[in-house]
């Protein structure tokens, strides 16, 4: 039930564009993205509803591709404020308990 | 508006003794999600609390415990501690049930069980 990121981590420049993938095996309810630094709780960047609907704010964005379970997280033009460890909590019934991929850590650097 | 509060922040217990967590959330949110995190499993869910009432459980033993107040703040608790407890525990609240709701996620407490 656990959905699975990928890449595990990457490296980028200043202004360089990433794209975080998340895949369930099971269908979704919701994708829910949060960003989190270490020693600091997620901090939540956008969720997403099973219709397939694409969203976003200032330079990131995501999609949600209802038939094939899989979300993909967007950030372009990076910022050293990106880095973290970006995961995805993923909703398989209606209820609001999330299952988590592993996570991807960012690293922009100058 | 004031965000999600979780007190302590730091917590150190030795094995077998149990520990009380508590959360306070957003403003007019009703939901409070526990989640532990850890190096090795990542973030689990624990338990969700609305109106009162557990309303989901996660795949934990029953050491492992939570209520929720009136005024929608929640506590958990961890009985018999053993060194694997040691973690972030975070709750996160929302407006409501249903996975459609925007979880916003507390500081989080680091228990650590010597």
């Known amino acids: 039930q656990q959905p699975v990121q990928s890449p595990q981590a990457v490296i980028l420049r200043e202004g360089e564009d990433a794209v975080i993938n998340c895949s369930s095996s099971k269908a979704l309810y919701s994708v829910h993205w949060y960003r989190q630094k270490h020693g600091e709780a997620p901090v939540f960047l956008m969720i997403?509803?099973?219709?397939?609907e694409q969203k976003g704010h200032d330079k990131i964005s995501a999609s949600f591709n209802e038939k094939k379970q899989q979300s993909s997280l967007y950030l372009t033009a990076s910022q050293l404020s990106y880095s973290g460890t970006y995961f995805c909590g993923t909703a398989i019934t209606g209820a609001n308990n999330l299952f988590f991929g592993t996570g991807t850590r960012l690293t922009v650097i100058p | 508006k004031a965000g999600v509060t979780q007190t302590p922040r730091y917590l150190i217990k030795t094995r077998g003794q149990q520990v009380t967590l508590s959360c306070s959330p957003i403003?007019?949110?009703?939901?409070v999600s526990w989640y532990q995190q850890t190096p090795g499993q990542g973030l689990q869910f624990l338990f969700e609390?609305?109106?009162?009432?557990?309303?989901n459980k996660g795949n934990f033993p029953g050491r492992f415990s939570g209520r929720q107040f009136s005024n929608s703040r929640s506590e958990m608790n961890v009985s018999t501690l053993e060194l694997g407890d040691s973690a972030l525990y975070l709750c996160?609240?929302?407006?409501?049930?249903?996975?459609?709701?925007?979880?916003?996620f507390g500081p989080g407490t680091r228990l650590t069980v010597l």
């Open positions: 609390y609305f109106s009162e009432t557990q309303r």
């Open positions: 997403l509803l099973k219709g397939g």
């Open positions: 403003s007019g949110h009703r939901s």
């Open positions: 996160a609240s929302s407006l409501g049930l249903g996975s459609y709701n925007e979880q916003f």
